[in-house]
T-cell receptor
Framework: GQNIDQPTEMTATEGAIVQINCTYQ??????LFWYQQHAGEAPTFLSY????GLEEKGRFSSFLSRSKGYSYLLLKELQMKDSASYLC?????????FGTGTRLQVFP | DVKVTQSSRYLVKRTGEKVFLECVQD?????MFWYRQDPGLGLRLIYF???????EKGDIPEGYSVSREKKERFSLILESASTNQTSMYLC?????????????FGPGTRLLVL
């Protein structure tokens, strides 16, 4: 079956580093997306991985291991505005399958 | 910049009413999607469309229908609204499969069915 797992909630301190993990089992794989969603707002695209390895984009990095069905999103130098939900989604042939999201709270 | 708009941010309807949720995108995207988002359940795909007049069922199509008469517009229809359809509804659009088909989301419609 199709399954995407990520932690429900995480907390971290301003200025710290946090890693949000995502494991997946899907029938097809055309890439993995990370989205950020602030409360009451629409998800916005953060990153896309289709090959194994690390993709870095400013304070955010995303890693993929296809053989392990595993990805993580790394957030560095955390800011208060990073408090949001982070959604892992796998592109399976013709559609995206979303995890339930990880709610990150950043404290001063 | 991709822009996806939805007709309403908040909507209150009564059980049994017919409800139309409209979505418009301005980037000439072939693909359009309707999701609902509920606490603890994440985003669930209701219907999607790859082209005008085409539609495909997602994971939870029961109680919903869709219409895509023009490329830029994708409508979600609740034929007879029920209280269990109270939810946040999100529309998205993307380029065709085979490209990096990042989905761009609209602001969402929070629907309350009384």
């Amino acid at each position: 079956g199709q399954n995407i797992d990520q932690p429900t909630e995480m907390t971290a301190t301003e200025g710290a580093i946090v890693q949000i993990n995502c494991t997946y089992q899907t029938s097809g794989f055309n890439g993995l997306f990370w989205y950020q969603q602030h409360a009451g707002e629409a998800p916005t695209f953060l990153s896309y991985n289709v090959l194994d390895g690390l993709e870095e984009k400013g304070r955010f990095s995303s890693f993929l291991s296809r053989s392990k069905g595993y990805s993580y999103l790394l957030l560095k130098e955390l800011q208060m505005k990073d408090s949001a939900s982070y959604l892992c989604a796998v592109s399976d042939t013709d559609k995206l399958i979303f995890g339930t999201g990880t709610r990150l709270q950043v404290f001063p | 910049d991709v822009k996806v708009t939805q007709s309403s941010r908040y909507l209150v309807k009564r059980t049994g009413e017919k409800v139309f949720l409209e979505c418009v995108q301005d980037m000439d995207h072939e693909n359009m999607f309707w999701y609902r988002q509920d606490p603890g359940l994440g985003l669930r795909l209701i219907y999607f469309s790859y082209d005008v007049k085409m539609k495909e069922k997602g994971d939870i199509p029961e109680g919903y229908s869709v219409s895509r008469e023009k490329k830029e517009r994708f409508s979600l229809i609740l034929e007879s609204a029920s209280t269990n359809q109270t939810s946040m509804y999100l529309c998205a659009s993307s380029l065709p499969q085979g490209t990096q088909e990042t989905q761009y989301f609209g602001p969402g419609t929070r629907l309350l069915v009384l």
